[in-house]
């Protein structure tokens, strides 16, 4: 299959690394006009902690013509600006997938001609040095149609070739509520985390118990506006499920407060606080949040 990769991130070279392994793909990848280097090769430390120096293919126009797969491994805030730069030179028929956390944030998806998934991960990757990514923790990953129609055809041929590369991922056609469920545990550990300066075990402390609590009250009313439902007891469960899972990660906002870079604060919390004001809902803990972290973020 012929591939593209946006993003020369942690989540981008993950999914090149898998994906240039098998001799069926060519694939290569777009970097943010921010780059000032580009080598000709990148660097890839494995869940085995065994390192790769392998080559590296920078994508030209004729690999955009051709492209039948785009994943977008971008930031939820730099989602707009990189769709509405290849809009005009991909085929309408090229299958373009969402590879970020948040909700909310390609504003235009109704307006765009290609077929779009969403792939939601629970893999662990970070970046060592530009241009060299560690895969620090295996996951899962749930893929799912979030506009335009794709063939069977198509949509069996994109998960095998996705599966070969990274072999815990599931198609599902209830997309919907598994991005709520990310949506939810991203909204209760990430701001927490960062503002508390904490890793996301110490969120099983019942000091949190209050805020936790208050936060999925806001999200299941929120949620239920958009026709999902969750279970507050259910809700809570895998919310500190995960927590305990991943006790000792620094979660990605705060990792990105520290880092002095902008968190995906907007598309996580802030979603939350944008449906709740179109419903006429208070979600004052949510806002409360949003608040807090963008004192701590750079702009
Ligand atoms: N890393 C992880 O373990 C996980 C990440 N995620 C989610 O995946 C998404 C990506 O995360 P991650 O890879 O860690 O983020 P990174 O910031 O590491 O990677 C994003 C990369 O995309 C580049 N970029 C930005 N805009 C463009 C553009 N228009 N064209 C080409 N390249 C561009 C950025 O360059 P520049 O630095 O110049 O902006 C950066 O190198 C996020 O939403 C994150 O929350 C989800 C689960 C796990
Ligand atoms: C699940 C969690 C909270 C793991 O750290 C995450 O997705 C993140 O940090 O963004």
């Known amino acids: 299959m012929n591939i593209v990769i946006i993003g020369q991130g942690a989540i981008g070279l993950l999914w090149y690394h898998h994906l240039a392994k098998s001799p069926k ?59 509405e730069a290849l809009k005009n030179k991909i085929s309408p028929h090229v299958i373009i997938v969402f590879c970020h956390n948040g909700m909310g944030a390609y504003q235009n998806l109704a307006s765009l001609q290609q077929p779009c ?36 055809l198509m949509r069996a041929n994109i998960t095998s070739t996705l599966k070969q590369a990274l072999p815990t991922l599931t198609f599902t056609n209830d997309i919907k509520t598994k991005q709520w469920l990310k949506l939810a545990i991203n909204c209760v550990i990430n701001p927490l985390t960062a503002v508390e300066n904490i890793d996301n075990g110490q969120l099983l402390n019942e000091k949190f118990n209050p805020i936790i609590t208050e936060l999925i009250s806001e999200i299941i009313t929120v949620a239920a506006y958009e026709n999902v439902k969750f279970d507050f007891n259910e809700l809570q469960e895998k919310i500190m499920q995960v927590a305990k899972k991943t006790a000792k990660n620094c979660s990605s906002m705060r990792s990105d407060i520290l880092q002095q870079r902008k968190t995906e604060i907007d598309y996580i919390n802030g979603y939350i606080v944008t449906l709740a004001k179109k419903s006429g809902i208070l979600v004052p803990k949510n806002e409360m949040l949003v608040q807090q972290v963008k004192a701590l973020q750079v702009s």
């Open 117 to 152: 998934l969403t792939l939601l991960t629970t893999h662990g990757c970070k970046i060592n040095s530009p241009f060299h990514a560690q895969h620090t923790g295996l996951g899962h990953c749930d893929l799912g149609s979030i506009h335009g129609e794709i063939s069977p």
């Open 25 to 83: 793909n060519t694939v290569s990848l777009l970097c943010s006009s921010r780059t000032t280097f580009i080598p000709s090769h990148y660097g890839f430390t494995d869940i085995n902690q065994q390192s790769h120096e392998l080559s590296l293919m920078v994508a030209d126009n004729a690999a955009f013509i051709d492209a039948e797969l785009i994943l977008i491994c971008v930031k939820s805030y730099q989602v707009n600006v990189a769709i």
